[in-house]
């Protein structure tokens, strides 16, 4: 019994050390003693170690079916398969709340331990700050929603007793899924990730750290939080694709929107990051977006759990909603008064120049992101927003959210297209067509053979002609500077193209994920043609839908350790060659009464075939199945794994240029002013850090 | 002409338009929450609008109809006929005693035709733990439904 208490201990030690980590990293900036400096920050390691134990804790009680805990009672229970165990550690509020601090305190103690010896006037603040949002979820962990409550009742003679079940309720079937096993850390990464930013810049801003070094250490890090937010919407899309059965992946429901809304922020600022780097711009605008990205990553696990907008999908609610609306004051207080007092240390060096330069394409990508944000933002807070103002409750569905979006993303599409290709202050009408002309001519061609084709939608030839214009682009980047690196040194351009990435890692790992975000939104526009029919289908009844002939095959009825089915056999016919067999099922869990669907997709790079089993119909009690054909799905899969590859390649250090190649390269003449120089020749930026 | 002004219309002509669209959108997809006690007292504009109303399932009131689902929901003491005629297959979720959220019109002799049904459990994520266990204490195999 006694690990069963282990954990809670644990958690209450960490949040003691957490108030010493605060307290003591506030003497030590005032102070400026080493030694409580020191002390300040081991205390901060300590706490992160605490929560892992804390976490691992929790584990152990899972994997050993240990009832006596509630937690465990209420989202596990025998024969859930092992590896389902996983999931059902956070299945639940409490659960995942100590999994938020978990991973949080894997990044606060990367980033106390890599810069130990590093900024010794930056590191005690951010010290404090990561203190400062650790307590807060220990707060909680501890004396709100512990997940190490144990089961007790009140005995005869008044002491309470330990109760221990037999069995627990089981773990929601719509997370009976190998995918709810990574989507939830990834995403959670992510979102715990903006933390490492935030606190950079506060600290930044409160210490007044002089140059612009901070802003190389916040990109870096913000720069991991958005790998993984990627992949976490990504993966949470396509949890949602291959378990919910209506055929789509995204509904913008309020849980996906408060995850993409700190995405649309971080993607805002790795672009306009650069504008600081090199022209001293945009310092306030940079601090702000930092600072929303992280209030809006509480803000979104606010929406998710404490039922303040309904939602399918919000997995659990309670009464935790005035904690976070409290801290959520509290960060803003913070945030505003740092930047009010501080405000001269954020001025501009320069101002822009043109509407034609790389400048302004990161100011309307910005801006562009700010407003997708402010609508996803105003659209998912509809409700209440309507409620104050008017007093009358009203939301607003999907057509909303695509109206304003879908032109901001083809919008977007266009500046991943131009921006990278305009120069720094200004560019000339000549270089635009010498960079422009082909790739977008080559853009038209193919929206014409579109239309050709019998394409109608505009959005959707749009999306096809920029997409070719953005991939011509940057095959153009990488063609030019790979033929500059081959001419000197021999090599191949293939392998030329791998040296000039390798160089420019960030750069060139960019490009890389334009790319992945040009696949996504190919995969998403075939959402345009997307088609279903929805039949009764007795055993042996047949469906065609496209080019698809479907066969009911069989219908078994099967019981399994931990639910019962029933499964369709759908057999799959194209130009009378049978590709493939296909089994939509239901399953029902009889521990906790509910159901779940398992979808049957084949998926092709063309489309794909989805297919639900339905239920039966209540008048016929024969099987229903609900076919979909969604064209175009797996791009937004493959171009996400792009997007994750690409962001890793910008993560790595540059690799430098061998001696005989620099002497080389440094002959070449630049022509014009350094800002007008051609992109082309490799331009070398010092590794950060 | 300034470059500050040239900036100044370019982002007016992006925020104008965007806006415009939002308002749009907004118009084509809103939707006016109820409570079940309010749907009787609305006025004839109010009715045509769509609607959207929350309750419980009420328990055995789910009938399936040749091409409808009826059933009834509760909220409070008040009760709302509903007929389902959407095409999309009612979820796992929907029965007896379940949350539902229904959307679609009022019709004038106070039933509601509902295009689009969710619905969640009386979730037991919610269930106060140890809330159910039996006075004994003694090990106990699966719990009783919570729902029930």
Redesign the interface.
Known sequence: MSLDLFGSFALLLAFLCGIYAFCAGIAAIRTRKPLLIKSARHAGMAVCVLVWLAFASLAYLFFTDNFSM??V??HS?RTLATFLKFPAIW???EGSLLFWSFLLSIYVFSALFVYRNKHPELMPYVGVILAGIQLFFLTLNNFVVSPF?V???A?PNGVL?W?????G??L?PLLQYPEMIIHPPVLYSGYTGFSIPFAFALAALLGRYPGEKWIHLTRRWTMIAWGFQSAGILLGAHWAYAVLG?GGYWSWDPVENASLMPWLTATAFLHSVMMQEKRGMMRVWNVWLVFITFILTILGTTLTRTGLV?S?HA????DIGPWFFGFIGLIIVVCVVAYWRNRDYLRSDNT????VSRE?SF??NN??LL?AVV?VL??TL??VLSEWVRG?????????????NL??GL?LLFLTGVGPLLAWRKTSMASLRRNFGWPLALGIVAGGVGVALGLRNFYVIMCAILSVFVTLTILTEFFRGARVISARSGSNLLFSAGTLTLRNTRRYGGYVVHFGIVLIFIGISGAAFNQDK?MEMPVGAQMDIGPYHLTHQAFDTTQEANYSTEKATIAVDRDNRQVIMLYPE?RFY????????MVAIYSTLKEDLYVVY??RS??TNQP?I?AYLNPLVKWIWLGGAIVVMGTLLALVPNQQPSFALRMAESRVPVPGSPAMAPIHVTRYESPHE | MKVKTKFGIGIAIIVITLSSLAWIGAKESKTYYHTVAELPTLNSTEMRQRIRVGGDVAAGSIQHMPGRVDFTLKEADKTLHVSYVGSDPLPDTFKDGAQALVEGRAMPDGRFVAEQVQSKCASKYEAAPGGTIPADGAPQTAPADPRS
Request: proline fraction near 7%.
């Open positions: 509630a937690y009672v209420e229970n299945a639940g509020q409550k089961l007790g009742l005995g007793q109760v221990a079940r037999g069995d309720q089981g929601n209506w309904s399918v997995f659990a609610q309670s822009l120049d043109s509407l302004s100011l309307f801006l562009i407003v609508a105003s659209g509809f409700p009358s409750k009203i939301s607003v569905g999907a057509p909303f959210f695509n109206k304003v032109p901001i919008f929805q239901h009889p521990s906790n009464q509910e159901s779940g669907t339905a239920g209540p008048d229903v609900h």
